[in-house]
């Protein structure tokens, strides 16, 4: 009987040996450096033109990818689950049979919850749940009233689906594949290594490098989009507070000005954190950001709708948990007829949830990359049940205690337009504004300021630290000071040029541009994962050497 071909365990990536690029993948580092820089020149120099250019961009992607996105976030779903289900490979430890977790439970799931989707729960907990209750496909189809207590349950399963098991299933599994190669296979913590049963050494080149330019790529642009509704959020929160007026504009929406004048602090303060690394700075902040969460959280539970809001959580999970099948595979075409029902169908799964999954697309290899840094000494079981299963109940925790009291006030509470009327940045400040006498509502608003500023820095630290990871060839550690700075001037000026060139909308168009070709990486990455556990199974049975150690 032949053996089977041993795996690859280790990758030559050449790095500079001396010089500014000293212990950096010279190829990577510059040709990231390079299209981004030619993306933030053209978005300042004429922003109207990269404005139009990139609409006509999506509009095509749009058009043509919306069943790809639907597909491949099933597949990212079904491997994760399917991998932590197995006995075979669920008991596998990340790192070793003898390795044991870095982090404590809190501070790992803080740091998740931080660095993954924080920012964008403060922004849509309240806005979403109300966006659907107007609009869903319950509604286009007849079947719900709109803005109507018949609605509710279909408001909130539908923002459960957008930020749950799925955004989450995409995370563990691009983070899970790095982890396997990193920690048991012994490869550089980079994308190409996650591809070694695929592509072999063929890596170590061209090929190799062109996989992490994509994921650099991917995660400055998806990591633009989160700080973007963050910066936005955060000048409405300090115009709430102060009231002072350059910070809004006539249509009740941050002012251009007051999101760079915040981007600026943001990014100043991350890059700080940023050199102290994972286990200092980032650590600290998202602990201080998980306690800050759990206080709004009881904030809203006590001082909001209580029954309303727990009611909408458990009937919401049920209805999402029985639902999902269907959510997660059906893909709603138009047809050719403005206005039909098969067209706005299409048209709202096109403006929501293939939005939301490009996101998380482009946000997957910094989510991922960071997961697999935190999750060393982990099983794969334990790992995909705290990556997946409890930032799921967090979020529908938090979409449930905000969205559900800004449901009630708004049908039943007397708020009337006062919070629906509010711009998306705002809609988390107007609950507490009706909610509590001016003077406590600038407090609490104060607060939650300090949180949005705390998942700020901790999303943009950790994305510099992730994409220097991957510019140095796997190198964990937090080198090259240089490096780390000019990381966070890049973030800033891709972030400023493209608000200039249009706003948060030049920022999501980008993205959903960046996405596509990394999903396909994507994909190949769970494919790569799955052969080399099918392969290390068959090994073990033949009595082989075989590297995966399982937990005891």
């Keep these: 009987m032949t053996s089977i071909k041993p795996p690859v365990t280790d990758l030559d990536i050449p790095t500079e040996e001396k010089g500014f690029y000293e212990g950096f993948s010279k190829a990577v580092t510059l040709g990231s450096k390079a299209l981004i820089g030619i993306l933030i020149v053209w978005a300042i120099a004429v922003p109207e033109n990269a404005g139009a250019v990139l609409s006509g961009i999506r509009s095509t992607i749009d058009a043509n990818t919306g069943s790809w996105y639907m597909y491949a976030m099933a597949f990212y779903l079904i491997v994760s689950i399917a991998l932590a289900a197995l006995p075979a490979t669920g008991r596998i430890r990340l790192g070793g049979a003898e390795s044991r977790p870095e982090f404590s439970a809190f501070s790992w799931i803080s740091m998740m919850i931080g660095a993954g989707t924080g920012i964008g729960m403060l922004t849509y907990s309240s806005a979403e749940p109300l966006f659907h209750l107007a609009s869903n496909p319950e509604v286009i189809m007849g079947e719900a009233t709109a803005m109507a ?98 910070l809004m504009n006539d249509e009740g929406t941050p002012t251009v000005t ?54 909408s959580l458990f009937l919401g999970i049920w209805d999402y948990v029985i639902a999902m099948p269907g959510m ?53 079981r334990e790992y995909v049940l705290g990556a997946m299963i409890v930032p799921t109940i967090i979020h529908c925790v938090w979409f449930s205690f905000a969205g559900g009291t800004a449901i009630d006030l708004t049908l039943n509470g007397g708020a009337g337009d006062q919070i629906t009327g509010a711009g998306i940045s705002s809609q988390l400040f107007e609950i507490i504004n009706y909610l509590l006498t001016p003077v406590l509502a600038k407090m609490m608003s104060a607060l939650i300021v300090v949180l949005l500023l705390t998942y700020l820095v901790t999303s943009a630290d950790s994305a510099v630290l992730i994409v220097n990871t991957i510019s140095a060839a796997g190198d964990e550690s937090p080198k090259g000071r240089i490096h780390i700075l000019t990381w966070g001037a890049i973030f800033t000026l891709v972030i400023g040029g493209l608000l200039v060139a249009g706003g948060l909308d030049a920022i999501n168009t980008a993205m959903i541009i960046g996405a596509l070709p990394f999903s396909v990486v994507m994909v190949l990455m769970g494919v790569s994962l799955i052969k080399a556990l099918i392969r290390d199974g068959m090994r073990r049975r033949r009595g082989e050497a075989v590297k995966p150690e399982l937990a005891e």
């Design 258 to 311: 007051a999101m760079l004048v915040a981007l600026l602090i943001v990014m100043g303060l991350s890059t700080v954190s940023a050199l102290s690394g994972v286990g200092k700075g980032i650590k600290w902040l998202s602990n201080i950001n998980m306690g800050l969460s759990f206080f709004v959280l009881a904030f809203l539970l006590i001082f909001g709708s209580t029954i309303f809001a727990l009611k």
């Design 149 to 246: 207590a018949d609605n509710v349950r279909n408001a909130m399963k539908w923002s459960f689906f957008h930020w749950g098991l799925s955004a989450w299933g995409c995370y563990a599994m691009i983070g899970l594949a790095l982890a396997f190669f990193a920690y048991v296979r012994g490869l550089p913590l980079t994308i190409r290594s996650a591809l070694t049963p695929l592509f072999g050494r063929s890596l170590e080149g061209p090929l190799g490098h062109l996989f992490d330019i994509l994921s650099v790529i991917a995660t400055v642009l998806g990591v633009a989009v989160t700080l973007g509704y963050g910066v936005s959020q955060f000048a409405a929160g300090v115009h709430n507070i102060t009231g002072m007026g350059w």
């Design 328 to 380: 997660v595979t059906t893909i709603w075409r138009p047809d050719g007829v403005e206005g039909s029902v098969a067209t706005q169908l299409a048209e709202w799964q096109g403006a929501w949830t293939i939005f939301y999954w490009a996101w998380w697309i482009a946000f997957a290899p910094f989510v991922g990359l960071f997961l697999a840094r935190i999750s060393r000494g982990r099983t794969i």
